[in-house]
Structure formats: C-alpha cells, structure tokens
C-alpha cells in the first residue's frame, strides 16, 4: 500500500509539464495537443508491454520497471531542451503511467485469496484517494513557491525512490 501511496508521486510533476515544455520551446497551447498524442501513444505501449511483461514475469516485476524508468525519466526532465526530448519525456511518461495503473489493479488480484479479492482491490482504491489529494497539494504548494520545474521533479524522484524501494520488499507474485 505505501507503495501505491508514494508511486502517486507523479502527480506532484505531471499537472505542470506541458506549461514547462511549452514555454521551454516557446510554442502556443496548439502544442499540447501534439503531446498529449505522444503521451497517448506511449500509453498504450505502455498497455502492450504491461500484458506481456504481467503474464510471464507478473506485475511485481511491471512496478520495478514502471518505478525505475520514471525515476530515470523526471531526473532527465529538467535537462530537456528541445520537442525531440520533450515527446520522448511524454511518450516514455504515458508509458511508465499506464504500466504502473495496469499493476496496481492487476497485483491485489494476483495475490489475494479468492474469498478477500472485493477487501484488497478496495484498499488500493481507498489508498488512491489521499496520495492524489496529497500530491495535488504539494504540486499547488510548489508550484507556488517556485516556477522552476525542478523541485516538483525532485519531489517526483524521491516519491518513485521510496515506492519502488516497497516495491522490491513485496514478495513476488508468481506462483508456480
């Protein structure tokens, strides 16, 4: 669960990215369109890859990979400069995203005993709520403190460490 809590930490970051490419390239709100679809693209690879990566490896192993590459991806994002990089960050976010949703809600399935499946899905549920809450109000808080994009990343880096640091402790969830 305090995985699932500090992994919302994407959302501390995420509310400000477009504005932050968009005046980093200088370009009109059009642009986010053209990110938004990049973003979309990366998202279903994402899809993609969490349904093979769940099925033979299980969605432990699509949380470490999920963890690791967002953590790589927002210490990069305040070094990109150009739309080359910024559709990568939007391509490589929608798929880290979308992989990290796919085993949040696939792994309480996959570990828990039939007759409590409706007790743990519920938990992670209730567990959303408060993390998006906290990290809402953290992004609002830093984002009023500083216009820089590099604390809320920092925030992000540290709240993906501390997941995946959880993660790694969860026991695997293949059974053979």
């Keep these: 669960m305090v995985s699932i809590f500090f992994g919302y930490g994407y959302y501390v970051v995420i509310p400000f990215l477009a504005i932050h490419a968009m005046k ?12 938004l679809t990049v973003q979309m693209l990366g998202g279903i690879t994402g899809n993609i890859i969490a349904g093979f990566v769940g099925d033979f490896h299980g969605c432990r192993r699509i949380l470490i990979i999920s963890r690791c590459l967002s953590i790589v991806l927002f ?26 949703r796919v085993a949040n809600m696939a792994y309480p399935i996959q570990i828990s005993p039939d007759n409590r499946r409706p007790t743990y899905v519920s938990l992670v ?7 998006a809450l906290l990290a809402t109000l953290t992004s609002s808080i830093v984002r009023s403190v500083s216009h820089s994009i ?3 990343a920092c925030i992000t880096v540290v709240a993906m460490c501390i997941s995946l640091l959880f993660v790694i402790r969860i026991r695997d969830d293949r059974v053979s």
């Design 150 to 152: 590099v604390p809320a």
């Design 24 to 35: 980093v390239l200088d370009k009109d709100l059009s642009y986010a369109g053209v990110l």
């Design 75 to 100: 210490i990069m994002l305040p070094f990109a400069a150009t739309a080359w990089h910024f559709m990568g960050i939007f391509f490589i976010f929608g798929m880290v995203f979308f992989m990290d």
């Design 125 to 131: 549920t209730v567990i959303m709520f408060p993390a």
